[in-house]
């Protein structure tokens, strides 16, 4: 269980609870300095996480909660001019002593569907965009890429538990035969959930029901997690042996690799056919090499590693980024970068690149958890300005959910750029010069030195 308001802790190895003796602290009418406000969290009077509430000035909480619990060992964190913990504040983080800056860099025009778009990554990783942005070139003179969502569902899978294995098959049939009955109910706590279908499991007297549905422009797991409770409120009313164990019973799957996640949000296939001039010209190597070492790398020694999903160069570097920079989850990375790469001799001649990338479980939305935040939204960007990036920000004004899957096939066809990029440094032998180059920075050669 989360702990409750009395339970944070206020100095070190103190926790507050109901008996502990309280100060009573000044409301805005009788305000104190900081440093009063720091005597009264150290005697115990306030809990840490009310000081936005209690000051009334995210700026000034923040800075009181930091000289709290971090003194001055907090100097190297930025917190000021942020500007934006109104948006945070509730939806996004708790207990902020202030924010991170990360290197926000664009690749591009990507051309996807005969649009450009220019593609922001936010990344520590030194050659990143770089060889992103070479693989969008290629693809650019190739004549663009073409995607296709072939799927779209966000699940939740909560787990029961009934007194027999009998019962829990008898409840499983019920299920199965009364679909009509749970969509009803489930598609009536929220406006945009639809639910799609129930994937029932058995093991022993424990039934997992994964629910999926679509869920508009929002990535979707709060709007399904609570249309399931919804239903399992609903189940155990008409059930009363029923035992609910968990909202989440880990079948979803959220967060962990998995191969039923071959299939959890949006699913979209990109291709290209890259004449072999431009392998040549733009990524330096040749078609052959290209093959032969996606075959080698991507497919049979992913196979010998026993990977699940990782059938790629490194499609989560793409992910992780473009998830950081738009307002997505960054952990939900670990199934967003599900990916099959595949490169074969394709084209007229039958001697240029036909490339394909494979993402069946891209979670991602446009509205709702990071994308309100100002930095991220202008990442998605608005359809006005064409220098306003991907222009998907928001909930699309004619069409379910359009926004949220354009998202997804524009992550699908940047990986495909990073593949490409990538496996053609592999092929040509380039990869360790190019990340000397761009990930190795003379200074921080000059601070190993002195080690």
């Known amino acids: 269980m989360s702990p409750s308001t009395e339970d944070i802790l206020v100095t070190e190895g103190t926790p507050v609870s109901e008996d502990t003796p309280r100060m009573d602290y000044p409301t805005k009418d009788t305000p104190l300095t900081d440093e009063e406000w720091l005597s009264v969290l150290g005697s115990g009077g306030l809990s840490v996480h009310r000081l936005e509430s209690v000051l009334c000035e995210y700026e000034r909480a923040i800075r009181v909660r930091r000289g709290h619990l971090l003194g001055r060992r907090g100097e190297g964190i930025p917190y000021e001019k942020y500007g934006h913990y ?19 860099g664009v690749c591009g025009p ?33 004549g663009g890429v073409t995607a296709v969502l072939t799927a779209d ?3 939740r899978a909560p787990v029961l538990r009934m007194q027999s294995v009998h019962q829990a098959h008898q409840l499983k049939e019920w299920i199965d035969a009364h679909f009509p009955t749970i969509k009803h109910i489930f598609d009536g706590g929220s406006r945009f959930a639809r639910l799609h279908t129930i994937h029932s499991t058995q093991a022993g007297r424990l039934l997992y029901l994964r629910f999926t549905a679509t869920t508009g422009d929002a990535m979707g797991m709060n709007m399904v997690s609570k249309c399931a409770e919804t239903v399992l409120t609903f189940l155990t009313q008409h059930f009363p042996h029923i035992q609910v164990i968990s909202l989440s019973g880990n079948f979803c799957s959220d967060k962990k690799p998995g191969a039923i996640n071959w299939g959890r949000g949006k699913s979209v296939v990109c291709e290209a056919t890259i004449p072999a001039s431009v392998v040549s010209s733009v990524l330096k190597t040749t078609v052959q090499s290209l093959v032969d070492v996606n075959m080698s790398k991507n497919l049979v020694g992913s196979a010998m590693a026993g990977s699940i999903g990782g059938f790629n160069a490194h499609a989560a570097n793409v992910v992780t980024a473009l998830f950081i920079a738009t307002g997505q989850d960054p952990a939900q990375n670990v199934g967003s970068s599900n990916c099959i790469t595949l490169l074969e001799f394709g084209g007229q001649s039958g001697g240029d690149l036909l490339v394909s990338c494979s993402m069946p479980s891209i979670e991602c939305g446009t509205v709702g958890g990071g994308t309100v935040l100002p930095p991220q939204k202008a990442c998605l960007g608005s359809r006005l300005l064409y220098c306003q990036l991907l222009g998907v920000a928001g909930a699309h004004s004619s069409s379910y959910g359009g926004n949220a899957r354009e998202l997804a096939r524009v992550v699908c066809a940047t990986v495909m750029a990073g593949e490409l990029s990538l496996l053609a440094a592999l092929s040509s032998g380039h990869l360790v010069a190019g990340h000397m180059r761009y990930n190795r920075s003379q200074a921080n050669i000059n601070t190993a030195n002195h080690y």
């Open 86 to 104: 109104d948006k945070v504040e509730g939806a996004c983080c708790e207990n902020v002593i202030g924010f991170i800056p990360v290197p926000l």
């Open 153 to 155: 569902g966000m699940t």
């Open 110 to 142: 990507l051309l996807l569907d005969g649009r450009e778009y220019m593609v922001p990554l936010a990344t520590t990783e030194g050659c990143l965009v770089a060889s992103v942005n070479r693989g969008c070139r290629a693809l650019y003179l190739a």
